[in-house]
């Protein structure tokens, strides 16, 4: 298996009828599988869809990698609920 890309999470906008319906696109990583095939695979869909072979372990360690190096730049985004993030009064 060889990373080919990463695609951060994002929301896709979808026009309806009296407004509009934001849905969330998870962060994913583009693979060159082993059977030939380039399927993109997150942390919850991680089986080629071709063959059958689970990513898992190396889908879950290169998230995590792209999560540490995302936190070292944005670390607003990664604050929840820690009291000394809080904004001061």
């Known amino acids: 298996m060889v990373i080919v890309g990463y695609i951060e999470g994002y929301y896709e906008v979808q026009d309806v009828e009296f407004g509009k319906v934001y849905r969330w ?10 059977c030939g095939e380039n399927p993109t695979l997150t ?12 990513h898992a372990p190396t889908i879950r360690e290169e ?27």
């Open 43 to 54: 942390g919850s869909q991680s089986t080629c869809v071709w063959c059958g072979t689970d």
């Open 25 to 34: 696109c998870p962060e994913s990583i583009l693979i060159e599988c082993d």
């Open 63 to 89: 998230l995590a990698a792209w999560r540490q190096e995302d936190e070292a730049i944005h670390p607003w985004r990664y604050a929840g609920d820690r009291e000394e993030a809080a904004v001061p009064c």
